[in-house]
C-alpha cells in the first residue's frame, strides 16, 4: 500500500505541477501580449500634389445675367483648423477666407483654382 500511496501522492503532484506550470505559461502569454507595443504609425512622405480634387458643377452655379461666369475656389492646407472655423464666424474672417491669402502662421499652402 505504502507503494501505491506514494505513486498516489506523485501523480497528484505531478499533476498540480503540470497544472500550476499551464497556467502560468497562459498568464505568462497574456502579459507579454500586453507589454507589446503597438505598431507605429507610419511618416507621410510629401509628393508634390498628391492631393486630386473632382469637381462636378451645375452649368447654372454661378449664372449673372442668363450667362454661366467662372468661379473662384480657394484650397487650403491647414496645420490648425480651428483658425479656420473661428474665421468663419466672423464677417472680416470669412473675406479673409474668400481672398485666398495666407491669413496665419497655420496655413501651410493654399491654392487658388478657377472653376
Not at 16 to 40: E, Q, Y
Not at 74 to 80: K, T
Not at 105 to 115: C, G, L, Q, T
Amino acid at each position: 500500500m505504502r507503494g501505491r500511496g506514494g505513486k498516489l501522492r506523485m501523480t497528484i503532484f505531478c499533476k498540480r505541477h503540470h497544472a500550476f506550470g499551464l497556467a502560468l505559461l497562459i498568464f505568462l502569454s497574456f502579459v507579454m501580449a500586453g507589454c507589446a507595443t503597438a505598431p507605429s504609425e507610419p511618416i507621410p512622405t510629401y509628393k508634390r500634389e498628391a492631393v486630386h480634387l473632382t469637381l462636378t458643377a451645375s452649368e447654372q452655379v454661378n449664372l449673372y445675367g442668363g450667362l454661366p461666369h467662372a468661379t473662384v475656389l480657394c484650397v487650403y492646407q491647414l496645420s490648425n483648423p480651428n483658425v479656420y472655423q473661428q474665421m468663419l464666424e466672423e464677417v472680416e474672417g470669412v473675406d479673409k477666407l474668400l481672398s485666398c491669402e495666407n491669413f496665419d502662421a497655420s496655413v501651410k499652402s493654399r491654392r487658388r483654382i478657377v472653376v
